[in-house]
């Protein structure tokens, strides 16, 4: 017969110094750990946008446009950002609110008063006339154009903002804080609570 096996006993701490050491520690989180896991956070979201925002003007012909005078107020106020998606001039109808490009000058977005064909041009190109909701008038001349864009939705405002965040100074600024918060957070530093190290018996230094 053989005899029947016995289980080990778990070995238990016998002093204090040992109870110490099997103790499991868990660090604290300091509070500037926590506002560096934050700022990376929102720093992830804002690429995570800006990436979303590249690939849209890419493929979808999206962009953002400032507003820096009061022309289409109250519609679109000055300081407001406005997206606009590119279409085709043929799909251009009164009323709507377009940016047109003109040689040589800045950009133009007003609202659409009239289109018509383009006498004896391309069949896709329009001549529109465009008026900004502020202004009594409409524009000096007729715009002849293939391609516009129309304005989707605008956020009164955050003009300045986004001015301000493409200036060296504010672009230099981020650079340098961001260098500091990854440098703070993932500097090497000891965990509290953690047992100093013992010496092997009869090692001397």
Same mark, same amino acid.
């Given at each position: ?56 003007a890419a493929v979808f012909d ?32 009164? %009323? ?6 003109? !040689? &040589?000058?800045? #950009?133009?977005?007003?609202? /659409? =008063?009239?289109? $018509?064909? *383009? ?22 001349f007729p715009y002849d154009v ?10 009164? %405002? ?6 301000? !965040? &493409?200036?060296? #100074?504010?672009?230099?600024? /981020? =650079?340098?804080? $961001?260098? *500091? ?22 090692r001397r230094p």
């Open positions: 017969m053989t005899s029947p096996t016995t289980m080990p006993k778990p070995t238990t701490p016998t002093t204090r110094a040992e109870a110490r050491t099997a103790r499991v520690v868990t660090p604290r989180r300091r509070p500037l750990s926590r506002v560096g896991d934050a700022m990376l956070g929102l720093a992830a979201t804002a690429g995570a946008l800006c990436i979303v925002l590249a690939i849209a999206v962009r953002v446009t400032l507003f820096s005078t009061g022309s289409m107020s109250p519609t679109i106020p000055a300081g407001a950002a406005a997206v606009a998606r590119g279409i085709p001039a043929s799909e251009v109808r009164v %009323g709507d609110v377009v940016t047109v490009d003109r !040689a &040589g000058k800045l #950009p133009i977005t007003h609202r /659409v =008063t009239s289109v $018509a064909a *383009v006498p004896a041009g391309d069949p896709e190109a329009r001549r529109i006339t465009m008026r900004g909701d502020a202004n009594a008038v409409e524009d000096p293939e391609r516009v864009r129309i304005v989707l939705f605008s956020i009164p %405002g955050i003009a300045p903002l986004i001015a301000g !965040a &493409g200036t060296p #100074p504010v672009m230099v600024g /981020v =650079t340098l804080a $961001a260098t *500091v918060l990854v440098v703070a957070i993932f500097w090497p530093r000891r965990e509290r609570g953690r047992p100093p190290r013992r010496r092997a018996p009869g």
